[in-house]
């Protein structure tokens, strides 16, 4: 018998179903995509469930057979509420999102098969020597059979971080719009430049930053600011408010992922502002903003690393640093040149950041585990790609 569980820390898939059921919605990429994997597993598998932590507190079945499950708790503060469920489903194999170390440490005396897949950077000291510091032993562990975090410097993170390369694969969602269905763009004509963007509206993704440099920008350049999200909205109204910009910043609220990629086509520019001490792996914004063709302006998180080329594929800028991201947008108005470089330079970069493992394919082989299932994960491990790059590296020489 084959029990599988995924353990994630937020989200809520009773939701996100009836959602595409009813209103033929889907709130965040990737919701659809994960519900459709879960109904494949469940027709090969005995029990398939998904355990949002911090979900309203429901078990219930959907109609493809999936258990969903919502803890209503904090998996970290609380991991106790959470083993009970995972006890009462009594999985054969334990999939946990993100580093839940709690939970990693509980389940790593379990008799069941343990996997660990992430989303989460490591660049920030606090995370890397306190808040984390057991995680490369707890992953290390013979017990987790199952090491992946989404993207790939977010996986060379891990290894540098100490977790054996050979255990880490880079994942990633599949991605359905790409660049090549649009021709890239010229520079607006003389109006309002349209920035947007997208996620979480915290300090952290920028936000404040991206507000600043709006206030900078004005009255040299008139800019308007569409922040599409939920998050720390009144504080940040009331930043743009105090900066003199109130009138130039739109808050949209949460806004339905099909219809992101048409707002980001009607931009003028997509903004990824994250600062480093976001844990973030590979936001999803930014494959869509460089799939839109509308120029990408983005900071220098670790996690884009080696994907963007200043002034060619993205405008990049020093993270938290509002004068740097004002500097970077003020380029793109003043010429059309470079707005148009980097509108085609695009396609490059989100070419350049795919992964062959696709989030379902790695999970329903781990569970499946034949002799090729094995193959096919060991063949994707980081140690085997940093072998490839060594080789090519002296085949160049």
């Known amino acids: 018998m084959t029990r599988v569980l995924m353990v994630h820390y937020a989200g809520d898939y009773r939701e996100a179903d009836r959602l595409r059921r009813e209103e033929g919605k889907e709130m965040y990429y990737g919701h659809g995509y994960v519900l459709d994997q879960l109904a494949a597993l469940r027709a090969e598998h005995d029990a398939v469930g998904f355990l949002c932590a911090l979900a309203p507190r429901y078990w219930e079945m959907l109609e493809t057979g999936v258990t969903v499950i919502g803890a209503d708790t904090d998996p970290d503060r609380n991991p106790d509420a959470v083993i009970a469920l995972i006890e009462r489903f009594a999985p054969t194999h334990l999939i946990l999102f993100g580093p839940m170390m709690p939970l990693i440490r509980w389940a790593r005396a379990q008799p069941f098969r343990l996997g660990v897949v992430m989303a989460d950077s490591f660049a920030n000291p606090y995370y890397r020597w306190i808040r984390f510091r057991t995680l490369p032993e707890s992953l290390n562990d013979a017990r987790v059979t199952l090491v992946a975090n989404h993207g790939l410097n977010a996986a060379r993170g891990l290894v540098d971080l100490g977790v054996r390369a050979d255990k880490v694969l880079a994942w990633d969602f599949p991605h359905h719009r790409t660049p090549d269905d649009l021709s890239p763009k010229t520079a607006p004509a003389a109006r309002p430049f349209e920035l947007l963007f997208v996620g979480s509206i915290s300090a952290k993704k920028g936000v404040g930053d991206l507000i600043d440099a709006v206030a900078l920008l004005k009255p040299a350049h008139d800019v308007r600011l569409s922040i599409a999200g939920v998050g720390a909205r009144d504080r940040f109204a009331g930043r743009a408010a ?29 903004v990824v502002p994250s600062r480093h001490a976001f844990p973030e792996g590979l936001p999803l914004t930014l494959f869509e903003g460089l799939a839109s063709r509308t120029p990408v302006v983005a900071s220098d998180h670790p996690m884009f690393r080696g994907h963007l080329e200043d002034g060619a594929s993205a405008m990049v800028f020093r993270a938290g640093r509002p004068r740097a991201l004002a500097a970077a947008i003020a380029a793109l108005i003043a010429d059309p040149a470079l707005y148009a470089r980097v509108s085609a330079g695009g396609a490059a970069a989100w070419h350049r950041m795919q992964s062959p493992v696709k989030w379902g394919e790695m999970i329903a082989r781990w569970v499946r585990d034949r002799d090729d299932d094995r193959a096919w994960l060991s063949a994707h491990t980081l140690a085997e790609q940093m072998l490839s790059e060594r080789a090519l590296a002296a085949k160049q020489r």
Do not use: Y
Request: hydrophobic share 50%; aromatic share 4%.
């Open 242 to 270: 105090k900066r003199g910009v109130g009138d130039r910043v739109t808050f949209l609220g949460l806004v339905p992922n099909g219809e992101i990629a048409a707002m980001m086509r009607a931009a003028d520019a997509v």
